[in-house]
């Protein structure tokens, strides 16, 4: 049972990219998901969460409307949209899943994570 984080890339400002959360080995589709990022010398910092019926949606404050997300149940995958790109969005960005808990909280070990994909944007 797993998450795996693919996407990232490098972009300039203003780009963009879609980030997927692939999940193997059970269904996530009636799972709180969430993503996070982390840049060197930073703390974990939450970017996006989606609750269990997928009903509500959740960003950091620093979004702005620059990213949306979307869960594929049939493909049991959770995307994440971000556009106009800034260097501070510079990270790796996580995915991370847990049977009952909104995944919003940084600092809380979820069930399920995945490993990471690099984003990286060039001013």
């Known amino acids: 049972v797993q998450l795996q984080a693919s996407g990232g890339g490098l972009v300039q400002t203003g780009g963009s990219l879609r980030l997927s959360c692939a999940g193997s080995?059970?269904?996530?589709?009636?799972?709180?998901m969430g993503w996070f990022r982390q840049a060197p010398g930073k703390e974990r910092e939450f970017v996006a969460a989606?609750?269990?019926?997928?009903?509500?949606?959740y960003f950091g404050s620093f979004v702005k409307g620059r990213f949306s997300m979307s869960r594929d149940s049939a493909k049991n995958t959770l995307y994440l949209q971000m556009n106009d790109l800034k260097p501070e969005d510079t990270a790796v960005y996580y995915c991370?899943?847990?049977?009952?808990?909104?995944?919003?909280?940084?600092?809380?070990?979820?069930?399920?994570w995945g490993q990471g994909t690099q984003v990286t944007v060039s001013s």
């Open positions: 080995g059970r269904s996530f589709t009636n799972y709180p």
């Open positions: 989606i609750s269990l019926t997928g009903e509500n949606r």
């Open positions: 991370a899943a847990d049977r009952w808990r909104l995944v919003r909280d940084p600092l809380t070990t979820y069930d399920y």
